[in-house]
C-alpha cells in the first residue's frame, strides 16, 4: 500500500461499501478508515479478506454521533470521504419510516458538517484535493412511463417512498453545502445494484435464498415494474472513477443500460439454477413463484442515462446483465455459509461478542473505544 492520507467511509461493511473497499484494496489505491454501525444488513464477514491489513482501520460506530465523526477525521485526516451509509430497503421505509430519517438525513448532516470543519482547515494541495463523494439512488427521480426517456442529471426529483424522499432530502443537502459553503462534493445517483454480499432482502438475493430452499418466490404484483440492472463491481469503478475526475458540484447517475422487469430477472434467475443447481428437487426453479399483493406506491420503471459520466469520465459498464447474474448465482452458491449466517442471525451475535457497541479497530491486535479516543 502506498503512503497516501486514507480515504473515510460510511457504511463500508455492507452490499455496496465492502464490495468497494475491496475494490480499492485490490487496486492497492491506498488505505482506508471504515466507520460502519453494524446494523442487520452490515456484515463484517464482507471483508473479513483484509480483517488484519495495517492499511485497514474499522470504526465501529453511528453516523450521526457527530463527535465520533469529527475525531475520526482529526485522527486519520483523510483525503476523501466516499459516503454509502443509508437504510436503503423500500419495503423497510414504508413499515417504519423514522429509522430512514435519521440516517438518512440526520446522518447525512452530520457527515456534511464534519467534513465542512475539517475541510476549513485544510490548506494546499490538501484542500485542493480532498473531495466528499454522496453516494446516492435513481429513486429519487420518481418514476416512468414505459415510453419515457431514461433519467438524467437534470431530470426533476419526485421521489414516491419514505425511503426515495428520504435519499432527496440528503441529496439536496450536500448540494447546499457545495453552493453555501463550498464543500467540495459530488453525487452519484445510480440504479438498481445486485451481485456479491447483497442481503437476502433484496429481490436477487431472496430470490436464490428462497429457491434453493423451496420456499415461494414472491412477485409484486404482475411482475412487470422495469429496473436498470448494474453489477456492483461496474458501479464500484464508476465511483472510483467519480473520485479521481469527476468535478465538484456535479452530479453523475450510474447505469448499467440493463432495464428488465422483475418477471424477467426471476425468470432468468431460475434457469440459471436449474442448469448450475441440476440435482435440485425444486426444478424447475420457476414453479415456486407466486404473485402477491403489489407494494403500496410501488415504481412502475426505472431506466438511468449513464452518457455524462461515459463521455465526461470514461467509464463503461462492463458486464452484461448475463454476465454479471451468472457471476452473481455462482457466488453465492459457492457462498452458502455467509448467506447462512446472515440470515440465521449468527454475525449479529458475533459482533455483540467482538465489538463494543463504539469500538475504533485499528486491527485485531490493537483496538480503542471511541470514547478512549475522543
Known amino acids: 500500500m502506498s503512503e497516501l492520507q486514507p480515504i473515510l467511509i460510511s457504511g463500508g461493511v455492507g452490499f455496496i461499501g465492502s464490495n468497494f473497499v475491496q475494490h480499492w484494496f485490490s487496486k492497492g489505491f491506498g488505505p482506508v478508515v471504515n466507520l460502519d454501525k453494524l446494523t442487520y444488513a452490515g456484515n463484517p464477514e464482507n471483508l473479513a479478506s483484509i480483517e488484519g491489513d495495517p492499511a485497514y482501520t474499522f470504526a465501529h460506530g453511528d453516523i450521526c454521533d457527530a463527535k465520533l465523526v469529527a475525531q475520526l477525521m482529526k485522527q486519520h485526516h483523510p483525503r476523501a470521504v466516499v459516503h454509502f ?12 419510516p423514522e429509522a430512514f430519517l435519521r440516517t438518512n438525513i ?3 448532516f452530520t457527515l456534511l458538517q464534519a467534513a465542512r470543519e475539517y475541510y476549513a482547515t485544510l490548506t494546499g494541495s490538501e484542500r485542493e484535493s480532498f473531495r466528499f463523494l454522496h453516494v446516492s439512488t435513481d429513486e429519487v427521480y420518481g418514476t416512468l412511463n414505459p415510453d419515457d426517456p431514461a433519467f438524467h442529471e437534470e431530470t426533476p426529483y419526485s421521489p414516491n ?12 443537502l450536500v448540494r447546499a ?27 436477487i438475493p431472496l430470490m436464490i435464498a428462497n429457491a434453493l430452499q423451496g ?11 422495469v429496473r436498470d440492472w448494474l453489477f456492483v463491481l461496474d458501479h464500484c ?22 432495464q428488465r422487469s422483475n418477471l424477467e430477472v426471476v425468470t432468468t434467475l431460475c434457469a440459471l439454477l436449474d442448469e448450475l443447481v441440476p440435482e435440485s428437487k425444486f426444478k424447475p426453479h420457476f414453479q415456486l413463484v407466486k404473485y402477491v399483493t403489489d ?11 449513464a452518457r455524462k459520466l461515459e463521455t465526461e469520465l470514461g467509464w463503461r459498464a462492463e458486464e452484461s446483465f448475463e454476465t454479471g447474474l451468472r457471476k452473481t448465482v455462482e457466488w453465492y452458491l459457492a457462498n452458502s455459509a455467509w448467506v447462512q449466517n446472515v440470515t440465521s442471525g449468527a454475525y449479529q451475535q458475533w459482533v455483540a461478542q467482538n465489538y463494543d457497541s463504539r469500538a475504533v479497530s485499528e486491527n485485531p491486535a490493537s483496538r480503542t ?4 479516543a475522543l
Open 85 to 96: 451509509a443509508a437504510e436503503s430497503h423500500v419495503d423497510r421505509s414504508i413499515a417504519g
Open 106 to 108: 440526520d446522518g447525512t
Open 161 to 172: 417512498s419514505p425511503y426515495a424522499a428520504s435519499k432527496a432530502a440528503s441529496d439536496h
Open 177 to 203: 453545502w457545495v453552493h453555501t459553503y463550498g464543500l467540495p462534493a459530488i453525487i452519484t445517483n445510480c440504479s438498481n445494484n445486485y451481485g456479491p454480499y447483497q442481503f437476502p432482502e433484496k429481490l
Open 215 to 225: 420456499k415461494p418466490l414472491p412477485i409484486y404484483g404482475d411482475g412487470q415494474q
Open 237 to 258: 469503478r464508476a465511483l472510483q472513477t467519480v473520485l479521481e475526475r469527476g468535478r465538484v458540484g456535479e452530479t453523475y447517475n450510474v447505469g448499467g443500460g440493463n
Open 295 to 305: 407494494r403500496p406506491g410501488h415504481d412502475r420503471r426505472y431506466a438511468i442515462d
Open 369 to 372: 473505544t471511541a470514547k478512549e
